[in-house]
T-cell receptor, first 115, second 113 residues
Framework: KAGVTQTPRYLIKTRGQQVTLSCSPISGHRSVSWYQQTPGQGLQFLFEYFSETQRNKGNFPGRFSGRQFSNSRSEMNVSTLELGDSALYLC??????????????FGEGSRLTVL | AQKVTQAQTEISVVEKEDVTLDCVYETRDTTYYLFWYKQPPSGELVFLIRRNSFDEQNEISGRYSWNFQKSTSSFNFTITASQVVDSAVYFCALTGYGQNFVFGPGTRLSVLP
């Protein structure tokens, strides 16, 4: 069973640009969540999607957005990039429908560097 | 609000030593779920264990064991006879029905040969 796949793995952007990250969950998983990991703030929840609907959203500015497609693949977008957006962005999928209590399966992350 | 504390920022041990990673949580829910994840240098978080609030039995899986104590709101993780491959950052996490996962700050474990 293929794991969670995130693309791209590494990317470098400059301030003011925007970026789109992609996540393909484990086949059959309908819940996809995104996390930002930085040395200073640790793992912070961005948002979670289930069946194309955003169910929960973390405390991030509106520059951070996401969506989920009918095949459960998800994308997140960050507009007007700031230096502080440099981080490892992790995507996780879960197969426990609707309860949000099952284990999360993580991808290897997309490491974003903003110059 | 839910909160997870991992007071140990970094731990270094010599191979074959036993090591315990501490996790203390806060929640007002009566039903909740606790997790441990391992993050090796590759970056991917690897699931280790899930425990619900009604199951206080300790669990052992090979060299890994977990001690869940509701009375002290703790869910500690012990590695017996540590190995170099155990070097990683370990995260404790908490969630409940319809809630987001809350992760602790992580403990970086270095196992020296």
């Amino acid at each position: 069973k293929a794991g969670v796949t995130q693309t791209p793995r590494y990317l470098i952007k400059t301030r003011g640009q925007q970026v789109t990250l992609s996540c393909s969950p484990i086949s059959g998983h309908r819940s996809v969540s995104w996390y930002q990991q930085t040395p200073g703030q640790g793992l912070q929840f961005l948002f979670e999607y289930f069946s194309e609907t955003q169910r929960n959203k973390g405390n991030f500015p509106g520059r951070f957005s996401g969506r989920q497609f009918s095949n459960s693949r998800s994308e997140m977008n960050v507009s007007t990039l700031e230096l502080g957006d440099s981080a490892l962005y992790l995507c996780a999928s879960s197969g426990l429908a609707g309860l949000n209590t099952g284990e999360l399966f993580f991808g290897e992350g997309s490491r974003l560097t903003v110059l | 609000a839910q909160k997870v504390t991992q007071a140990q920022t970094e731990i270094s041990v010599v191979e074959k030593e036993d090591v315990t990673l501490d996790c203390v949580y806060e929640t007002r829910d009566t039903t909740y779920y606790l997790f441990w994840y391992k993050q090796p240098p590759s970056g991917e978080l690897v699931f280790l264990i899930r425990r619900n609030s009604f199951d206080e039995q300790n669990e052992i899986s090979g060299r890994y064991s977990w001690n869940f104590q509701k009375s002290t709101s703790s869910f500690n993780f012990t590695i017996t006879a540590s190995q170099v491959v155990d070097s990683a950052v370990y995260f404790c996490a908490l969630t409940g029905y319809g809630q987001n996962f809350v992760f602790g700050p992580g403990t970086r474990l270095s196992v020296l040969p």
